[in-house]
């Protein structure tokens, strides 16, 4: 593949706000690549625009101009034009181009994005039922997400069992409180003015009339988004769990394992604060059969992971939390080589490319989180469809 033009815009995400697209064109066409952005952000994650999303694609684009007539004929070599990203646009430009140049070179190698990874794996989505914390602007629940996932041999049966739960849940939801009108959150996920127990439930009982209709393996799940509450050595919670509002880390700790306990969570996304490894591995200590997944923790860090890995079994892998495909790579690699479950991600402000399914897919992961409601996200999930 020989690049004839390359271009940075400013577009916007699925969230009304501002990102970079890189438009590549070669004698195959025109393939565009876009980085999305995180509402919940880890201290440890990169910058998307250090210096100014306008005056960033303005510099941008004078490097692009350096790159006509490269010719990319392996993901090793998008990975050497990478090396050649200066620091200050590592986050969404560097990954926008990266995604450009992965589009274009899988057509004019036929080959599908997730083939130029050199794997393939059965990939189950993990998807968010009820929305809460910041991505909810504060409203409704602390906790930031509470998610289904159906574990199938067959990714469309997963798919449906878990669509069942989400419509589901929506009944209930209409059943149980007057205030909710069917809003969704950036993610998909439902917006009520319940608080975090009364949600729990209503998934619980969603999960348990599906898997009674349809005999489905079907799990439940928690992203706390613990570090978006806790302050000065406390966890607030505005909605109190247990009759408790302000708890210090050993109560954090002891109230994930009791909800973990009474509502059967199978993942279990950061329950303690991000500076906190080690409370990470004291509730895995406790959750023996969970999934206790690192987020905020690790952010794609190599570096963060070679610290946290003993106390985490999972990981999720957010691109753009780190910038650059072969970093991606890496902290896939090292994921692997600690035997963690990998989690391939979206973010709260996400754009319409499919992508990150392809990652899931071509970077050996065992699900994909993404929501199961609005455009940008079904995107994701009919690519999974796609490729079972």
């Known amino acids: 593949?020989?690049?004839?033009?390359l271009k940075a815009l400013k577009i916007l995400n699925a969230n009304?706000?501002?990102?970079?697209?890189?438009?590549?064109?070669?004698?195959q066409g025109v393939f565009r690549g876009s980085s999305p952005a995180g509402e919940s952000n880890s201290m440890y994650e990169v910058s998307q625009f250090t210096t100014g999303i306008d005056k960033e694609i303005?510099?941008?684009?004078?490097?692009?101009?350096?790159?006509?007539?490269?010719?990319?004929?392996?993901?090793?070599?998008?990975?050497?034009?990478?090396?050649?990203?200066?620091?200050?646009?590592?986050?969404?430009?560097?990954?926008?181009?990266?995604?450009?140049?992965?589009y274009g070179l899988s057509a004019s190698l036929s080959k599908e994005p997730y083939e130029l990874f050199g794997s393939r794996s059965k990939v189950l989505p993990v998807c968010k039922m009820i929305g809460g914390g910041l991505h909810a602007s504060g409203l409704g629940m602390d906790i930031q997400e509470i998610l289904v996932m159906t574990v199938s041999d067959n990714v469309i049966e997963s798919i449906n069992g878990t669509l069942s739960v989400y419509k589901k849940v929506k009944d209930i939801l209409k059943k149980s409180t007057a205030s909710f009108l069917g809003g969704v959150d950036?993610?998909?996920?439902?917006?009520?003015?319940?608080?975090?127990?009364?949600?729990?439930?209503?998934?619980?009982?969603?999960?348990?009339?599906?898997?009674?209709?349809?005999?489905?393996d079907i799990r439940t799940g928690v992203d706390f988004a613990?570090?978006?509450?806790?302050?000065?050595?406390?966890?607030?919670?505005?909605?109190?769990?247990?009759?408790?509002?302000?708890?210090?880390?050993?109560?954090?700790?002891?109230?994930?394992?009791?909800?973990?306990?009474?509502?059967?969570?199978?993942?279990?996304?950061?329950?303690?604060d991000q500076s906190l490894m080690e409370d990470y591995g004291e509730v895995m200590k406790g959750l023996k059969d969970s999934l206790i997944v690192?987020?905020?923790?690790?952010?794609?860090?190599?570096?963060?992971?070679?610290?946290?890995?003993?106390?985490?079994?999972?990981?999720?892998?957010?691109p753009n939390q780190i910038g650059l495909l072969s970093r991606v790579k890496d902290y896939s690699e090292m994921a692997e080589k600690f035997g963690l479950v990998k989690v391939v991600s979206h973010r709260s402000?996400?754009?319409?490319i499919p992508i990150i399914a392809d990652l899931a897919l071509g970077l050996n992961a065992k699900y994909l989180k993404v929501g199961i409601n609005r455009g940008e996200r079904v995107e994701k999930i009919n690519r999974l469809i796609e490729t079972s």
């Open 1 to 5: 593949m020989e690049i004839l033009n």
């Open 16 to 27: 009304s706000h501002f990102t970079v697209e890189v438009m590549l064109k070669t004698s």
């Open 58 to 102: 303005e510099e941008f684009n004078d490097f692009l101009k350096s790159l006509n007539g490269r010719k990319v004929d392996s993901i090793n070599d998008i990975f050497l034009i990478e090396k050649e990203v200066q620091e200050k646009f590592i986050g969404g430009p560097s990954l926008s181009l990266s995604y450009a140049l992965l």
């Open 294 to 318: 690192g987020d905020d923790v690790t952010a794609t860090s190599t570096e963060r992971l070679e610290k946290a890995h003993k106390y985490i079994n999972s990981t999720l892998i957010k």
């Open 186 to 216: 950036p993610e998909g996920g439902f917006i009520s003015a319940l608080d975090n127990y009364e949600s729990l439930n209503v998934v619980k009982k969603a999960v348990e009339e599906v898997t009674k209709e349809q005999s489905l």
């Open 226 to 272: 613990a570090s978006t509450f806790y302050k000065d050595g406390f966890y607030n919670y505005k909605r109190p769990l247990y009759g408790k509002s302000k708890i210090d880390r050993g109560e954090q700790i002891d109230l994930v394992k009791k909800l973990a306990d009474e509502f059967d969570l199978y993942y279990v996304e950061d329950p303690v």
């Open 349 to 352: 402000e996400e754009t319409c």
